[in-house]
């Protein structure tokens, strides 16, 4: 990367500090209560391809330590050198070799299965997926009903937008992701401004108007 290419990249946080531990517990708090839509305000100049909250959730979360897969607008993009920049974290060209995965809106999510899913042994050894999806909806009368550790009884949310395969082939994935406990992968959904979290330990049921999809 020349000093030109540098030029063009936008800014991170403004204070690295206190913009990282704003993010960080954006995400903690969607990933202790799956289904709930968080807002995630930040300061970042985020790139120009993938969501603004996706971009400010990674920025949070990698370091030069992590590995880190990108669909391939996003690999092609002034992301990819965004977050190596600010980051040092090293990208990858499998999904398998990831800790860290996103997933633009338009660019199809390989299968859940071939990312790292750690082992009974050592279940944080596997990947954390970014998924940009159009929208988020808490409530609603489609979509899917959510149960799991952080629900109370159950939640139900609305996503527009998942990437091809699609709603159908993602849940009956998650369901085999869910049943792989303790091993399997955590994921966020993200729309523009905010995000949701799915851990491993949350079970997905897709409502009727979805199963025919």
Same mark, same amino acid.
């Given at each position: ?54 971009? @400010? ?7 030069? !330590?992590?590995?880190?897969? $990108?669909?391939?607008?996003?690999? +092609? /993009? &002034? %992301? ?17 070799? @990831? ?7 338009? !660019?199809?999510?390989?299968? $859940?299965?071939?990312?790292?899913? +750690? /082992? &009974? %042994? ?92």
């Amino acid at each position: 990367m020349n000093a030109h290419d540098l030029s063009k990249l936008g800014a991170g946080f403004s204070d690295a500090a206190l913009g990282s531990q704003s993010v960080f517990r954006a995400a903690l708090q969607a990933l202790s209560h799956p289904g709930r839509v968080i807002a995630l305000p930040h300061d970042a100049q985020t790139p120009s391809r993938g969501h603004a909250a996706s971009a @400010a959730l990674l920025l949070a979360l990698l370091d030069p !330590d992590c590995t880190l897969w $990108l669909s391939p607008s996003l690999a +092609g /993009s &002034d %992301a990819a050198a965004w977050l190596r920049f600010h980051t040092g974290c090293v990208l990858v060209d499998a999904p398998e070799n @990831a800790q860290f995965a996103w997933v633009a809106q338009g !660019d199809a999510c390989p299968p $859940l299965g071939s990312f790292a899913h +750690g /082992s &009974d %042994a050592y279940p944080d050894q596997s990947a954390t997926c970014v998924l940009d999806v159009a929208a988020l909806t808490e409530g609603g009368t489609a979509g899917w009903t959510l149960r799991g550790p952080g629900i109370q009884h159950s939640t139900r949310i609305e996503v527009d937008g998942l990437p091809h395969p699609g709603a159908s082939a993602f849940t009956s994935q998650w369901a085999a992701n869910h049943a792989g406990f303790p091993r399997g992968i955590d994921m966020f959904l993200a729309a523009p401004q905010q995000i949701v979290g799915l851990p491993r330990t949350t079970r997905i049921e897709a409502h009727v108007e979805e199963q025919g999809a």
